[in-house]
């Protein structure tokens, strides 16, 4: 009978500790769906958790450490009787967790832990080492979250200051322009309509004169940029027959004016056309090359 109650006694005593050990491995799991909880915070909790598990839990106390940083039950001291694992984050050591009993509380000839314990100090290491793990990949994902933040906002200030850059510069080209017509038309025509007045009429020098004060009127025109910039690619002396034709003037005109033949001034008309690509097309060059304005 007496054999009998002992072994009660043992089964009783095992199943009290494996009732202590899912208890432990519940609250673990508990623990994990608290998201909100920093890395240090959930660890605290954890070591409170822990402790209960043990055979002698009032004489358990806890310490883990882990790149550096340690935490410590408040009862916590280094004895000869300790369980220890090593905390692994992609298979590199990063610390321990390590149980220590207090004083010596065992029964002659009993083991300072069981074997379920081993076994549960070795699966509560590797819950360690994957909240570790996961607090570092949130925390990596949060930082590269805020630097992102911080770039989109600095590029946000500098498209603001490049468009208050562009506006600038435009305002200062509007000025500049402004001040270029203000200049011709003050300082410039005056001039060249006294030379006019007292050059011979129907002289090269009356031609050319009338065309350069249609030139100097026109001067912000964006024709002989376009004319030469946009997508043809004329010669100087094609630019120059262009601009005599856009003036209205006829090819022995042009070929007066330049001192070259008619068919040469023809020739340079047809490449012309050709380059502005309406050589096949019923389109008049001097209307054309006026739509350039």
Known sequence: MKQIENELKIQKSALTERIKELNCLYNISKLLGQKSLSLAETIQKLIQIIIPAWQYQEYAC???LFNNIE?????????QWALKN?????????????????????????????????????AIAEVVSNIIEQKEIDKN?????LKLQKQKKELEEKNIALKELIAQIELEKKEIKDQILSNVDHLILPTIGKLKGSTPKNSHSTKYI????????????????????NWVKLSPKEVEICNLVKNGLTNKEIADLLYISVLTVERHRHNIRKKLGISHQK??????LQSFQ
Not at 71 to 79: A, E, V
Request: positive net charge; aromatic residues 10%; hydrophobic residues 40%.
């Open 62 to 64: 806890v310490h883990i």
């Open 86 to 122: 090593d905390l692994l984050v992609n298979n590199k050591k990063v610390g321990f967790i390590e149980i220590c009993y207090l004083e010596n509380v065992f029964r002659k000839g009993e083991e300072c832990f069981l074997q379920a314990e081993k076994k549960l100090l070795k």
């Open 210 to 229: 009338e065309i350069l004060l249609r030139n100097l009127k026109e001067i912000a025109s964006p024709f002989s940029k376009r004319i030469i910039n």
């Open 71 to 79: 935490f410590k039950s408040s009862n916590f001291k280094n004895t």
């Open 141 to 145: 994902m949060k930082e590269s979250s």
């Open 283 to 288: 389109v008049n060059l001097s209307t054309y």
